[in-house]
């Protein structure tokens, strides 16, 4: 009985999310103020039903309710509890029910943290996030009903994907939809905005925290996704440009473009046009996204092949919220404020230039991911487009994008001085060139790629200590009145520190970690040893055991290096019964600044075993630079001008609509 009210609790909150998106409109026209509260009210309700029936699905995984199809074929009472519950989101059903939630939590957190907003845009913007709420819960009640039941109820379930029973698959998903689903948030403020006709400072600052919120989110995301990539599949490799793994890059990289636009926004109302229409494009990346995934024309290790109905519902919703946004943006876009002017050097120009690459870096992974899919539609013809696609088109323009965030920070505002920019950087400009020099030196074969991302790195995370330098008078005051000027800068100030010197960070991880990689992939047998990376590997055999829901094969394998320690590590090959597959899983010995890798292949018949070894330099400074990144953007969170609760003395009256007052 408990899944029916489930499931009615879900059709409620689909009637509650048509309430919220119309009649709130409705009353922002009419300046009726009941109405437009109605929507703070509504989107509350819609979140706690939603919340409510995603606990009851849930509920029905931890019990192993077998009556429920989703439950049946996606779980077993042999899986260890944690995966029951991850498992929730590891079908296409649990999928988009995670989705509607993170949709209808960004709803509630307005509704609680906006009163300050003018009643109108508030009313609007919840309404257009109830408009989309309805979208979505049609999809799921109409086509990917998650409390459909079977009757008789099975005894047994099929089992989890097992590649998907894995820690990092726990978490994975809630960061990676919170970021994805979260831009919807700054599309309903763009779509709110557009209909208002004004766009300012103000705007920008409501905007600014719920994207810098969804970057974060969607960072975090994609970092840990990388990192069970790189030690779940065995294949040694952390990313592969995989059309899934794209999916959520694309609206990363727009919605680090927005950020930064928005910011010029608050700080000098210009490129208003510029702002909303990035904040269109990234919540529709986020849905073509979801349609690549959930639609069933790609076949992946993160996709669920679904039926042709479900795809053509999904594309029709992005075509109506992206189509719906841009046509209003191109009928109302016209009439927004133009902004204020500002030399090409200058801090916008820079922002302007690091936005334009940015998005144009997004452009060639559109490309490279969608050209295979629309050559197949309109020709049959099978395309395959790989990493050297990627790499050969993404890297040289992404390559300026981060000379000139290094740059946009130090320039003035309006008109800058690039000479004077330039000589502030001058110890950033001296590393830069004696890093890839340093290396050059003790490895005369290293790939000139490889000495100009060390340099970029290098470029990066020296640009933003001494740009910190400089804002405390470093080398320039005593060192008490550096340190206190210092402590008093702003934290945002610190957050894009932290987050910048991150991305350089992640750079030096990327690029030692491709050009420097060893490996070795060797048919081995008990006692055998084996080279790699100046350390021995000795191969003492294989064990089998039955563990939890799997069968296991342990391979047990000592690491001897001169002064070091001997140690022992265990690669394993997994075979789960009930699902009838097998998985890799991974040993890794790492000290921070290389990771030794170790993945058991197959056995060969004969006693022996196929053993992958990979020595990665720097590859954990990939995950750490991920880190420092969204740890920048939660630093930024905190300061008190990027608060999302605003007080009121800080809304403009000329953002406040005749005849409304801020609640």
């Given at each position: 009985?408990?899944?029916?009210i489930?499931h009615f609790a879900?059709?409620?909150a689909?009637l509650?999310?048509?309430?919220q998106g119309t009649?709130?409109?409705l009353g922002?026209?009419?300046?009726?103020?009941p109405l437009?509260?109605l929507a703070?009210?509504a989107?509350?309700?819609q979140f706690?039903?939603?919340a409510?029936a995603f606990a009851?699905?849930?509920?029905?995984h931890?019990v192993?309710?077998?009556?429920?199809?989703n439950v049946?074929?996606?779980?077993?009472t042999?899986?260890?509890?944690?995966?029951?519950?991850?498992g929730?989101?590891?079908s296409?059903e649990?999928?988009?029910?995670?989705w509607?939630?993170?949709?209808?939590l960004?709803?509630?957190?307005v509704?609680v943290?906006?009163r300050?907003l003018?009643?109108t845009?508030r009313?609007?913007?919840?309404?257009?996030?109830g408009?989309?709420g309805f979208?979505?819960?049609?999809?799921?009640?109409?086509?990917s009903?998650?409390?459909?039941?079977l009757i008789?109820?099975?005894?047994?379930?099929?089992?989890l994907?097992?590649?998907l029973?894995?820690?990092?698959?726990?978490?994975?998903?809630?960061f990676l939809y919170?970021?994805?689903?979260?831009?919807?948030?700054?599309?309903?403020?763009?779509v709110?905005?557009l209909?208002e006709g004004r766009?300012g400072?103000?705007?920008?600052?409501?905007v600014r925290?719920w994207?810098l919120?969804?970057?974060?989110?969607l960072?975090?995301g994609?970092a840990?996704?990388s990192w069970?990539a790189?030690?779940?599949?065995g294949?040694g490799?952390?990313?592969y440009?995989?059309?899934?793994?794209?999916a959520?890059?694309?609206?990363?990289?727009l919605?680090?473009?927005?950020?930064?636009?928005?910011?010029?926004v608050?700080?000098?109302?210009?490129?208003q046009?510029?702002?909303?229409?990035?904040?269109?494009l990234t919540?529709?990346m986020s849905?073509?996204?979801?349609?690549?995934?959930?639609?069933?024309v790609?076949t992946?290790?993160h996709?669920?092949?679904?039926d042709?109905?479900?795809?053509?519902?999904?594309?029709?919703l992005?075509?109506?919220v992206?189509?719906a946004?841009?046509?209003?943006?191109a009928?109302?876009?016209?009439?927004?404020?133009t902004?204020?002017?500002f030399?090409?050097?200058?801090r916008e120009?820079a922002l302007?230039?690091?936005n334009?690459?940015?998005?144009?870096?997004?452009?060639?992974?559109?490309?490279?991911t969608?050209y295979?899919?629309f050559?197949e539609?309109?020709s049959?013809a099978k395309?395959?487009v790989?990493?050297q696609?990627?790499?050969a088109?993404?890297?040289?323009i992404?390559a300026?994008a981060i000379v000139a965030?290094?740059?946009?920070p130090?320039?003035?505002?309006?008109r800058?001085n690039?000479?004077a920019?330039?000589?502030?950087l001058?110890p950033a400009?001296?590393?830069?060139l004696?890093a890839?020099?340093a290396v050059?030196a003790f490895?005369r074969?290293?790939?000139?790629a490889?000495?100009a991302?060390?340099?970029?790195?290098?470029?990066a995370m020296?640009?933003?200590l001494?740009?910190?330098?400089d804002r405390?008078g470093?080398?320039?005051?005593p060192?008490?009145?550096?340190?206190r000027?210092l402590?008093?800068?702003?934290r945002?100030?610190?957050?894009?520190?932290?987050a910048h010197?991150?991305?350089?960070?992640l750079i030096?991880?990327?690029?030692?970690?491709s050009a420097?990689r060893?490996e070795?992939?060797e048919?081995?047998h008990?006692?055998?040893?084996l080279e790699?990376a100046g350390r021995t590997?000795?191969f003492?055999?294989?064990?089998e055991a039955?563990?939890?829901?799997?069968?296991?094969q342990r391979?047990?394998?000592?690491v001897?290096?001169?002064?070091?320690?001997?140690?022992?590590?265990y690669?394993?090959?997994?075979?789960?019964?009930?699902?009838?597959?097998?998985?890799?899983?991974?040993?890794?010995?790492?000290?921070g600044?290389?990771?030794l890798?170790l993945a058991?292949?197959?056995?060969?018949g004969?006693g022996g075993w196929?053993l992958r070894?990979?020595?990665?330099?720097?590859?954990p400074?990939i995950w750490?630079?991920?880190?420092?990144?969204a740890?920048?953007?939660l630093?930024?969170l905190?300061?008190?001008?990027l608060r999302?609760?605003?007080p009121a003395a800080r809304v403009?009256?000329a953002?406040v609509?005749?005849?409304s007052?801020?609640?």
């Open positions: 009985m408990i899944v029916e489930g879900l059709i409620l689909l509650v999310a048509l309430v009649l709130p409109l922002a026209s009419l300046r009726s103020r437009m509260d703070s009210s989107a509350l309700l706690g039903l939603v409510f009851v699905f849930m509920h029905a931890i192993s309710d077998f009556s429920v199809r049946f074929e996606n779980s077993n042999a899986k260890p509890m944690l995966y029951k519950v991850t929730v989101w590891g296409h649990g999928s988009m029910m995670l509607v939630l993170m949709l209808t960004f709803g509630g957190l509704a943290l906006g300050s003018p009643p845009l009313a609007r913007t919840l309404a257009i996030q408009l989309l979208g979505t819960l049609a999809f799921i009640i109409g086509t009903n998650p409390f459909a039941r008789p109820a099975p005894l047994e379930g099929r089992d994907n097992p590649l029973q894995d820690p990092g698959l726990a978490f994975h998903p809630p919170f970021g994805y689903v979260g831009f919807s948030i700054t599309y309903s403020f763009a709110a905005a209909i766009i400072a103000a705007w920008a600052r409501w925290p994207t919120t969804a970057w974060c989110g960072t975090i994609i840990m996704g069970w790189y030690y779940d599949l294949w490799g952390w990313w440009w995989d059309p899934v793994e794209n959520s890059f694309m609206p990363w990289l919605g680090t473009a927005l950020l930064h636009s928005a910011a010029v608050e700080k000098r109302e210009t490129l046009r510029w702002t909303v229409l990035l904040a269109i919540f529709g849905l073509i996204g979801t349609f690549l995934v959930r639609s069933g790609l992946s290790v996709s669920f092949a679904v042709p109905t479900r795809g053509v519902f999904i594309l029709v992005v075509a109506l992206i189509g946004g841009l046509v209003l943006y009928f109302r876009a016209a009439g927004l404020e902004g204020n002017p030399a090409p050097v200058s120009g302007v230039l690091n334009l690459l940015i998005c144009a870096g997004m452009a060639t992974v559109f490309l490279g969608f295979p899919l050559a539609v309109t049959g395309l395959s790989g990493p696609f990627f790499d088109t993404f890297v040289p992404l300026p965030m290094v740059i946009a130090v320039l003035a505002w309006r800058g690039l000479r920019a330039l000589h502030r001058l400009l001296l590393g830069a004696l890839p020099a050059l490895h074969a290293a790939p000139p490889a000495l991302g060390i340099a970029l790195a290098a470029w020296l640009g933003v001494a740009d910190l330098a405390s470093l080398a320039k005051q060192l008490g009145t550096a340190w000027r402590r008093h800068l702003p945002g100030t610190w957050g894009y520190t932290i010197f991150g991305i350089g960070v030096a991880g990327i690029v030692v970690s420097w060893s070795r992939i048919t081995v008990a006692g055998d040893r790699i590997l000795r003492v055999g294989v064990t039955d563990v939890a829901n799997y069968h296991a391979a047990e394998i000592v001897e290096r001169p002064g070091s320690e001997p140690l022992t590590l690669p394993e090959r997994r075979w789960y019964p009930v699902a009838g597959s097998q998985t890799t899983n991974t040993a890794i010995a790492t000290n600044f290389g990771d890798y058991l292949g197959d056995p060969d004969h196929v070894a990979y020595y990665n330099p720097l590859v400074w750490f630079g991920a880190i420092l990144a740890l920048g953007g630093v930024s905190t300061d008190r001008r999302v609760r605003l403009s009256p953002t609509p005749a005849g007052a801020d609640s």
